[in-house]
């Protein structure tokens, strides 16, 4: 250990002088990791976003039962229609939302936008009734319901979802793809240049082994050069990526106000550590394949 | 501190560098080998440093059998030895200091030493004002100098120098001829190969082995 903390100083310095005689290939390969992480990146980020989003859709998966209008003329049959409606295996509680509760719920989703509500002289809202039911028996619930004598119409998210849910799936897949592209190809290019550093030094390391260095000592530069080739692209993509995401961000809040995007703080975070640890795991696997190869020789 | 029995080395292309030697060197003695060129000096250094194994023969240095798959215990013997060779094998982009500090790293040492050790060794060659260049700016005979200073920085028990005087003039000979006798006193032994014979030193306690055509010739007690 003393080998290498009595030495930190003198290992960057070998690393600098290394990537300075190669500045040019050293210089594309941060570039090219930087463009893979930065697609990994995106990648990630997409499908954090939808399965968080698919996660808050799923615990709000509500139904909304529309009454026809000769009940909610009078009160005691909604009564009557909402006891019926707890009756039903599966619903956990029902209640009615009033006109004007679901003009305010509007309002509240709307925000800025709420504005529009004003062109209208009615309301034009209906109330309904809420229900809270058990996620698995959303199926026999929604068959009982639309066969219940004096149920206009029956709403629920199910279709959402389960497209959300197709779309996280296949961000899912998409990722676990592009991860293992990502680690082959960089560890390939990491290790090729770390191949060519070390031929480029053949001297210097045949001199270090006749003066007695031990292999790591003379292996732990090339270590630190992968690393950091790797970890300065993953840099690069991780503000690219901050900068991309930070502006989807923009673009999407105006036109798609419901959907429940994490904190875009909390999605960069999570990226930048994936990626950033992502990075620095391959650049030592790369840079280890690239000594070991060399080393077979 | 070296014990060859029976020695030789044969190249795979069928040349014997050396041939049958049989040598002890002692702590503390200061041994020249002498011998034209393509006599076999080199050659022996060589076997002593475990660049090259004996083909036929044993050959003991600091108390390592110098055989073939002992690389890590000979790689480790290695630090003990302070070598300067013949084409001096300087590392490149690097300054004086750093070439000289650069044989210590990965001894033993306290931080602080590295430093003093490369800036003495230094002063002893006679380039303390070279130490911040590129040692690609370097005259043959400092470059020789320098490559001496990264030998003895290290403070060996094994000096293991090849034509080390081959590029100097003879003050510079001279100087460097006194830096190896300093170290024979701390029981370091010197092995020198040299063509230089005017300048060896024959009233002090040394060792002359003539070499010819990988054969040890004559040699003589000090
Ligand atoms: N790697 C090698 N392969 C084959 N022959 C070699 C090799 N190295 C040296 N020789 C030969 O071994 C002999 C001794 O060489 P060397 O030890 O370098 O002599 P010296 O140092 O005394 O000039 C020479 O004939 C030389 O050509
Ligand atoms: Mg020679």
Not at chain 1, 271 to 283: E, H, K, P, T, Y
Not at chain 2, 94 to 120: C, I, S, W, Y
Request: contains cysteine.
């Amino acid at each position: 250990m003393k080998l290498f903390s009595s030495n930190a100083g003198y290992f960057f310095k070998e690393v600098k002088t290394m990537i300075r005689l190669n500045l040019f290939s050293n210089s594309l390969t941060i570039f090219s990791t930087g463009l893979i992480f930065f697609i990994l990146a995106m990648i990630i980020s997409g499908w954090w976003v939808s399965s968080r989003v698919v996660d808050v859709v799923q615990k709000e998966a509500e139904i909304n039962v529309y009454l026809d209008d000769e009940i909610l003329k009078n009160n005691t049959a909604v009564i009557q229609m909402v006891e019926s409606i707890k009756g039903i295996e599966g619903v956990q509680a029902a209640r009615v939302v009033d006109q004007d509760e679901a003009y305010n719920r509007m309002v509240e989703i709307l925000g800025k936008e709420a504005s529009v509500l004003s062109k209208f002289d009615d309301n034009p809202f209906s109330s309904f009734v809420e229900l809270k039911i058990n996620l698995q028996e959303i199926d026999p619930v929604l068959e009982k319901l639309t066969h219940l004598v004096g149920v206009e119409h029956v709403r629920d998210n199910r279709e959402v979802l389960e497209r959300l849910r197709n779309i996280a799936e296949a961000l899912r897949v998409v990722g676990i793809l592009v991860v293992a592209a990502v680690g082959i190809s960089t560890t390939v290019i990491i290790s090729h240049i770390i191949r060519l550093g070390i031929s480029n030094n053949k001297e210097q390391i045949n001199t270090l082994r006749l003066l007695g260095a031990p292999e790591l000592f003379i292996a732990f530069p090339f270590l630190l050069e992968g690393l950091l080739l790797t970890i300065g692209g993953g840099i690069l993509a991780v503000s690219l990526a901050t900068f991309s995401i930070s502006y989807l961000y923009v673009q999407m809040a105006g036109p798609l106000p419901f959907i429940p995007l994490p904190p875009v703080k909390e999605l960069v975070f999570g990226m930048g550590i994936v990626v950033m640890s992502l990075s620095a795991v391959l650049g030592f696997v790369g840079s280890l394949l690239g000594l070991v190869s060399v080393n077979n020789h | 501190m070296i014990k060859a029995k029976g020695v030789s080395l044969r190249f795979p292309n069928g040349t014997v560098a050396i041939n049958n030697i049989d040598l002890q060197v002692e702590p503390g003695d200061m041994v020249y080998v002498i011998g034209p060129s393509g006599s076999g000096k080199t050659s022996l250094l060589k076997l002593f440093m475990g660049i090259e194994y004996p083909t036929i023969g044993s050959l003991e240095v600091l108390g390592q059998q110098m055989d073939k798959g002992q690389t890590s215990r000979i790689r480790q013997l290695r630090t003990s030895i302070g070598p300067v060779f013949q084409e001096f094998k300087l590392i490149k982009g690097r300054t004086v200091a750093e070439n000289v500090m650069l044989g210590m790293r990965f001894l033993d040492l306290p931080q602080g030493q590295l430093k003093e050790n490369a800036h003495d060794a230094l002063a002893k060659v006679g380039l303390e004002h070279k130490a911040s260049s590129l040692v690609e700016n370097l005259s043959w005979g400092e470059s020789q100098r320098v490559a001496i200073a990264r030998a003895v920085a290290r403070k060996p028990l094994l000096i293991l120098a090849d034509e080390p005087t081959g590029n100097l003039d003879k003050d510079n000979a001279i100087n460097i001829l006194e830096l190896f006798k300093s170290f024979i006193d701390q029981k370091t032994s010197v092995i020198i190969t040299t063509h230089a014979t005017h300048l060896i030193d024959t009233e002090k306690h040394c060792k002359l082995i003539q070499m010819n055509k990988g054969t040890l010739s004559w040699e003589r007690l000090g």
